[in-house]
DNA sequence: AGATTGAACGATTTGTTGATTATTCAGAAA
DNA sequence: TTTCTGAATAATCAACAAATCGTTCAATCT
């Protein structure tokens, strides 16, 4: 089994060098196959498919990112209104600049938001568990509190729907990005009508 | 120049009913022409091109989706909270039911989504002003008030684009979508740490 | 003169063919 | 038996030709 799962790197390490050298489309799976000295339909006791690789590429790399999401949740000597700052900010500025810089990345997530919608799915759920923590240490320091955290990290999600795959949404430069997530952050974290809401808290 | 004006609009109404029979793609503009009982090439002296048609025939429907925009965002007797939650769940469902139930208007949607991304910078400006009005009208009334009106309904905006056009950015349906920006539109109104902002007010 | 035409042009689309490629599986190797 | 192979298959893609269509403009009409 040990065995099993170095040859599954294996595979992904040789489609990982190929994919980013000539795209997704343009390698074959006789290709990778060669280069892990294997026929190409050995290929398919490791993984279900072509797709599949990519799946598994596109984890590995979104699993680091995730680590250090939460890291970044973590920091200590900052707000939580801080930290979901950063977050969101990390979010928005690793997406862009990988999929700014690295047209085969750009490739790969296209292909996969295509024929894997779910998968996209599956990220926003694990981002979504970082934000849910996020809350909890809100209320935890009595910054802020809400009733149904699940709920509120997905309308925090919906609502930065634009910035998480920006080049796919805008046309929007990074800066201008930036700019309008650092609106819609505050307009989230103070809301429209604090005064008016904080009057009806008063009245209550 | 009415005479010219009738023409153009003769030629409006004679390529919707190609366009929403046959779709944009598969009506030529020599069709359009016998339509009005003229020359292919004589269309272009009353417009430069297939796709200023297609503006056209977008721009004369949403004209109507904005004056009833108008017409809710001056609802008297409602706070303007609810006004901003009714715009934009009539945003939502007008979107969402065009793009449901006319596979034509989807098409046309798409092309000139594509072909002309200043169309939808346009589209959002006209609806930013009715939310600007919206904001004056909170200031006016003490319901909540914001610096600078006009950044601040770009940020609404920002923060409910998911909702723009539903079927292209999410495979939801249209409840779970109503779902999502009840929730999206109460975290906007009332943010998530309403009750430290208030008290961050009171200490000052 | 200005308005209109329709043939001509280049770009795009369509249809067709042949080649490539992902995937499978019967059988060979271990 | 279990592991692997590589030829067979069906689906997709690339390339090229033909046709179509948006657009232009010199010529024609009013």
Redesign the interface.
Known sequence: MAEKDSIREQIVQAAKKRFSHFGYAKTTMAEVATDCCMSPGNLYRFYPGKLDIAEAIATEDYSQHLEHMRKLAIAPGKDV?ERLHDLLFEELRRTYTKLECHPRAFEMALVISRER?EYANWMLAEERKILVELLDE?ERRG????DNKE??A???Q?????FRYPQL?S?LTLPKLER?LE??I?????????????RR??AA
């Open positions: 209104r919608p809100a910054e802020f509190t809400s709920f509120t997905e309308m925090v919906a609502a930065t729907m634009k949404w046309k309008e609106g819609v505050k307009l989230l974290i103070n809301g429209l009508c604090p005064h008016a809401r904080a808290d008063a």
